[in-house]
């Protein structure tokens, strides 16, 4: 049997990974992998998350299954941080989840079941998993303009007109904040267009959500999604505490299914928590477990709402700094999207021949379509970028 196997095509990012290990050069700077790291380049362990260890270890008195959607009070807790009181919450049947990963896995499949004919439309650019998702469970994607290689922003007027040929069931998968790959986010009068489109054709939102706190605030980050979740008849919302938490390799995720109509909440919860069954049984808590703790801890919650913030603040100062050092550089103001941009990453819109030369030549590591992380870069490193960008001619 094992003969009938293909060699599977290599992660591009695993690749790259790889490839800066292997680099014996000091300079090198690596700005591929999408993970959070501080200014001394290590991806932190959270306070309030060590505190909630700390107490889980000293408390828990077992290891036993917490059910197929696990415990309910994470649903609760999470449903809360992403949705607020946009939405009844009996109207909102949930599903812990391996990871934001693990979430989108599952609302594909619960799509599939739902609506074998439905399309899925993707932005062009998104982030690749999706792409290799929905490609391995065979069902039609159609792309989406999104990003506007020129000005480095959102191309709303080829977004919408795209979205404008789509048919009724057919599903958008969206970019609740801090857009991966590009960074480039739509403003809330968009947000409102793209719903008003939505309900207009029929089309049902399924919106992406893993950056949450590190755009323009907690609060802020969640309104886009808040504001879909409660004017449109249904939607999916995949979310992530990988990044917002630190707490990358806990795999937790929650993937969670809004109707107007509260009818419908016991069958999407059943879906939910056979779609779990199916594919891990009961999903892992230890993550889900301190999320919900810190949520539910007033000291706990202020202590992480505090290192978000700094953390955000910080990838907020990184952006201007390389803005403002390639502006001197230069003399232009080209750059400037950089500031703007949001969350982790930045797509710097050049061809990946000159992604090829900033890694050959300066040593700097980015994904081939020019995606780079900001949160690689510290005040020492991002003068080295800016040269390195200035001399390669981008």
Same mark, same amino acid.
């Given at each position: 049997?094992?003969?009938?196997?293909?060699?599977?095509?290599?992660?591009?990012?695993?690749? #790259?990974?790889?490839?800066?290990?292997?680099?014996?050069? !000091?300079?090198?700077?690596?700005?591929?992998?999408?993970?959070?790291?501080?200014?001394? %380049?290590?991806?932190?362990? /959270?306070?309030?998350?060590?505190?909630?260890?700390?107490?889980?270890?000293? $408390?828990?008195?077992?290891?036993?299954?917490?059910?197929?959607?696990? +415990?309910?009070?994470?649903?609760?807790?999470?449903i809360?941080?992403?949705?607020?009181?946009?939405?009844?919450?009996?109207?909102?049947?949930?599903?812990a989840?391996?990871? %934001?990963?693990?979430?989108?896995?599952?609302?594909?499949?619960?799509i599939?079941?739902?609506?074998?004919?439905?399309?899925?439309?993707?932005?062009?650019?998104?982030?690749?998993?999706?792409? =290799?998702?929905l490609?391995?469970?065979?069902? !039609?994607?159609?792309?989406?303009?999104?990003?506007?290689?020129?000005?480095?922003?959102?191309?709303?007027? %080829?977004?919408? !007109? +795209?979205?404008?040929?789509?048919?009724?069931? +057919?599903?958008?998968?969206l970019?609740? *904040?801090?857009?991966?790959?590009?960074?480039?986010?739509?403003?809330?009068?968009?947000?409102?267009?793209?719903i008003?489109?939505?309900?207009?054709r029929?089309? @049902?939102?399924?919106?992406?959500?893993?950056?949450?706190?590190?755009?323009?605030?907690?609060?802020?980050d969640?309104?886009?999604?808040?504001?879909?979740?409660?004017?449109?008849?249904?939607?999916?919302?995949?979310?992530? *505490?990988s990044?917002?938490?630190?707490?990358?390799?806990?795999?937790?995720?929650?993937? /969670?299914?809004?109707?107007?109509?509260?009818?419908?909440?016991?069958?999407?919860?059943?879906? #939910?928590?056979?779609?779990?069954?199916?594919?891990?049984?009961?999903?892992?808590?230890?993550?889900?477990?301190?999320?919900? /703790?810190?949520?539910?801890?007033?000291? #706990?919650?202020? $202590?992480?709402?505090?290192?978000? !913030?700094? /953390?955000?603040?910080?990838?907020?100062?990184?952006?201007?700094?390389?803005?403002?050092?390639?502006?001197?550089?230069? %003399?232009?103001?080209?750059?400037?999207?950089?500031?703007?941009?949001?969350? @982790?990453? =930045?797509?710097?819109?050049?061809?990946?021949?000159?992604?090829?030369?900033?890694?050959?030549d300066?040593?700097?590591?980015?994904?081939?379509?020019?995606?780079?992380?900001?949160?690689?870069?510290?005040a020492?490193?991002?003068?080295?970028?800016?040269?390195?960008?200035?001399?390669?001619?981008?």
């Amino acid at each position: 049997m094992f003969e009938n196997l293909k060699e599977q095509p290599a992660d591009k990012i695993l690749m #790259l990974m790889k490839m800066f290990a292997d680099d014996p050069r !000091e300079r090198k700077i690596d700005l591929g992998v999408g993970v959070y790291r501080n200014a001394q %380049g290590v991806t932190p362990v /959270m306070r309030a998350v060590k505190s909630a260890e700390r107490t889980l270890w000293e $408390e828990q008195t077992t290891k036993s299954y917490t059910g197929l959607i696990g +415990d309910p009070a994470f649903g609760d807790a999470m449903i809360g941080l992403v949705l607020g009181n946009a939405v009844p919450r009996e109207t909102v049947a949930a599903a812990a989840t391996p990871g %934001g990963t693990g979430a989108v896995r599952q609302a594909l499949e619960l799509i599939r079941m739902a609506n074998p004919q439905a399309r899925i439309w993707v932005s062009d650019p998104t982030w690749p998993n999706h792409l =290799s998702i929905l490609n391995y469970l065979k069902m !039609e994607t159609v792309p989406y303009r999104y990003f506007d290689a020129e000005t480095r922003g959102v191309d709303f007027t %080829g977004m919408m !007109e +795209d979205l404008g040929r789509a048919a009724p069931g +057919d599903v958008v998968l969206l970019h609740g *904040c801090c857009h991966n790959p590009t960074g480039a986010n739509l403003n809330m009068v968009e947000w409102q267009a793209v719903i008003d489109l939505l309900n207009q054709r029929g089309l @049902m939102p399924m919106i992406d959500i893993a950056y949450q706190g590190f755009g323009d605030g907690l609060e802020e980050d969640a309104a886009a999604t808040r504001l879909v979740a409660s004017s449109v008849p249904e939607c999916l919302i995949a979310a992530s *505490c990988s990044k917002n938490f630190g707490i990358y390799r806990e795999r937790t995720g929650i993937l /969670m299914a809004v109707a107007q109509d509260a009818a419908r909440q016991p069958v999407n919860q059943g879906t #939910l928590a056979f779609l779990n069954r199916q594919n891990y049984s009961f999903p892992p808590d230890h993550g889900a477990r301190l999320v919900t /703790m810190i949520l539910n801890d007033d000291a #706990l919650r202020a $202590e992480w709402t505090a290192e978000l !913030e700094e /953390m955000r603040t910080g990838m907020l100062a990184i952006r201007q700094q390389l803005a403002d050092e390639l502006q001197r550089l230069t %003399g232009s103001d080209r750059f400037a999207f950089l500031a703007q941009h949001r969350g @982790m990453f =930045s797509r710097l819109g050049t061809t990946p021949e000159m992604v090829d030369k900033l890694r050959t030549d300066y040593g700097i590591y980015m994904v081939g379509d020019s995606r780079m992380n900001i949160a690689g870069l510290n005040a020492q490193t991002v003068p080295i970028l800016a040269r390195a960008i200035v001399d390669a001619g981008i």
